[in-house]
């Protein structure tokens, strides 16, 4: 038996009512009062002959309709068969827009049934049959669906910027910020002593929960005593890492890890990104999240720029890395135009935009200002050259004959690849440091060494001096020169710190700090031969 699709586009549905109830009213009746089975309502031996028998469906909603045909079952069907009658109904939709109804908004109109002496129609609801709704999926465009999708993220969005950073003050924040502990003062009117390689532990602080990926001493000298601490665990902590060792501030604004994180250069706030792509700038003191502002990936990296501390950038699990601007908001990009050629320090206070830029400086919403786009899947870390102009990147792309685009050259401002044959051998960079007086970098490598490089174009290695010893094995470990630039340090997957001669490249001490793996080693900015480290057991400890 052969099912048609009927679609009624323009018809009356008062005509086609009649047109129902004329179609043989007596037998319809009949029905009625022999049985409340639908299936034996349609029973070959009671309807006698073939008929069509039309439903209607309706909708809540303004405008919208559809229309089912319901055929007679085959003949095998017997008087008392309780089947579901459903698989035998086609829907046909009087209009494109029709399918984006919801299943639940369906409402079916049985107009074949009619009350002796009434002249009423019943009313089924689809809701009333769960049978019925087996198998019935509203299609919904794509338009639609991107518009729902959008809604969604701007939701979570919303929820992750209006909730504020759960901040537990251990000790209250004026003396956190505005101390100047007695160990730096005499360093800081005089100048940056001889490096020397520590021996001795003073602090062993372990209230992180997780490994520790990220360290950083505080930027302002007058309170370098600060440590700023990344964890796995989800939080942020600030340490006295030079008077007592104990914590100052856990801030727990992720929701899952923090994978980077860096003092401000005023020394008062926090950036912070992790694995929940949501980026965070924290003020020390209060707790508050100046900014907070959800990415399109995974953030594995971040930085400030060197000269203006309203810029930073972030990389990750993604082929783009972005800058952001915390000065213009969301809100000032139809003001300000295309904010993808604003120069970096652009005199806009005269304008109209400039006084809205003015009168929205408590605005949290950051604006991508320019995206650095390469051919690979994860950005590993960034390092900005001397000024600010050009910055590296370090990226997992690594080809089968040579690891081309390993480490990219870019300039800042035009956004515009400037080399990405740096580094030709097949060993991915997890972590990048400069050297502080002279005109070189080094780059960590997963070949167990450490590579030197020029940090003038054309950014040659050098191939005579490389720096080995230590262990990698797969390990985000951190290398970083000493102040004076004369000791190169870094950590090892064995738990220990490997302290290098920077001009011979020969070990000069080897340190067993850590039981696990030891992922970040730092100097003091201040206080000649104060290391800290980490490891990834969550443990950070302090050397002299």
């Given at each position: 038996m052969s099912s048609s699709l009927v679609a009624y586009d323009d018809s009356d549905p008062e005509a086609e009512t009649e047109k129902a109830e004329d179609l043989g009213g007596s037998r319809q009746a009949s029905l009625l009062s022999s049985s409340a089975n639908p299936a034996q309502h349609f029973a070959p031996g009671i309807l006698g002959t073939k008929s069509t028998?039309?439903?209607?469906?309706?909708?809540?909603?303004?405008?919208?309709?559809?229309?089912?045909?319901?055929?007679?079952?085959?003949?095998?069907?017997?008087?008392?068969?309780?089947?579901?009658?459903?698989?035998?109904?086609?829907?046909?939709?009087?209009?494109?827009?029709?399918?984006?109804?919801?299943?639940?908004?369906?409402?079916?109109?049985?107009?074949?049934?009619?009350?002796?002496?009434?002249?009423?129609?019943?009313?089924?609801?689809?809701?009333?049959?769960?049978?019925?709704?087996?198998?019935?999926?509203?299609?919904?465009?794509?338009?639609?669906?991107?518009?729902?999708?959008?809604?969604?993220?701007k939701r979570e969005l919303d929820q992750s910027e209006s909730s504020s950073c759960d901040v537990k003050l251990d000790v209250p924040g004026e003396q956190t910020v505005r101390k100047i502990s007695e160990l730096i003062k005499p360093y800081l009117g005089s100048r940056y002593k001889l490096t020397e390689v520590p021996k001795s532990l003073i602090f062993h602080m372990s209230k992180h929960n997780g490994p520790v990926n990220a360290i950083q001493w505080c930027t302002v000298r007058e309170q370098s005593h600060m440590l700023l601490s990344a964890s796995m665990d989800k939080t942020i902590k600030v340490w006295d890492a030079v008077d007592t060792g104990s914590c100052l501030r856990t801030f727990?604004?992720?929701?899952?890890?923090?994978?980077?994180?860096?003092?401000?250069?005023?020394?008062?706030?926090?950036?912070?990104?992790?694995?929940?792509?949501?980026?965070?700038?924290?003020?020390?003191?209060?707790?508050?999240?100046?900014?907070?502002?959800?990415?399109?990936?995974?953030?594995?990296?971040?930085?400030?720029?060197?000269?203006?501390?309203?810029?930073?950038?972030?990389?990750?699990?993604?082929?783009?890395?972005?800058?952001?601007?915390?000065?213009?908001?969301?809100?000032?990009?139809?003001?300000?135009?295309a904010v993808a050629t604003i120069p970096l320090h652009a005199e806009i206070t005269g304008s109209r935009a400039g006084r809205d830029l003015r009168r929205s400086s408590s605005v949290s919403h950051p604006t991508v200002t320019r995206v650095y786009k390469a051919a690979v899947q994860q950005t590993l870390d960034i390092l900005f050259l001397p000024e600010g102009k050009e910055f590296l990147t370090s990226t997992d792309a690594v080809s089968r004959d040579s690891a081309d685009r390993t480490i990219i050259a870019w300039d800042f401002q035009s956004a515009a690849k400037i080399s990405n044959q740096i580094f030709h051998e097949r060993y991915t960079c997890p972590s990048l440091a400069l050297h502080p007086r002279e005109s070189v970098f080094v780059a960590q490598t997963n070949g167990n060494y450490v590579a030197l490089f020029s940090s003038q174009r054309p950014y040659r290695i050098n191939k005579k001096k490389r720096y080995e010893g230590h262990k990698v094995e797969g390990f985000a470990v951190g290398c970083e020169f000493s102040p004076d630039g004369t000791l190169l340090v870094t950590g090892s997957s064995d738990g220990k710190v490997f302290f290098y001669n920077y001009h011979t490249s020969r070990i000069v001490r080897t340190l067993s700090a850590h039981r696990e793996a030891c992922v970040s080693a730092v100097f003091h900015p201040v206080l000649p031969s104060l290391l800290a480290t980490s490891d990834w057991a969550g443990e950070i400890k302090i050397w002299q």
């Open positions: 028998y039309e439903t209607q469906l309706t909708e809540n909603t303004e405008n919208f309709g559809m229309s089912i045909v319901c055929e007679d079952p085959p003949e095998h069907y017997a008087l008392n068969n309780n089947s579901d009658l459903t698989s035998y109904c086609r829907r046909a939709y009087s209009s494109p827009t029709a399918l984006c109804m919801p299943n639940k908004s369906y409402e079916q109109t049985l107009s074949s049934s009619r009350n002796s002496g009434s002249g009423a129609f019943q009313k089924r609801t689809l809701r009333d049959n769960p049978a019925a709704l087996e198998g019935i999926r509203p299609y919904i465009p794509k338009r639609l669906r991107q518009e729902n999708s959008r809604a969604c993220e727990s604004c992720h929701s899952c890890a923090v994978r980077a994180a860096q003092w401000s250069s005023c020394g008062r706030r926090i950036l912070s990104g992790g694995f929940d792509s949501v980026l965070h700038l924290t003020d020390v003191e209060t707790g508050k999240q100046i900014i907070s502002s959800k990415t399109e990936f995974r953030i594995s990296t971040l930085k400030f720029h060197p000269s203006d501390s309203n810029v930073f950038i972030c990389g990750g699990f993604s082929p783009e890395v972005k800058t952001w601007d915390i000065r213009i908001s969301k809100s000032l990009r139809k003001t300000l135009g």
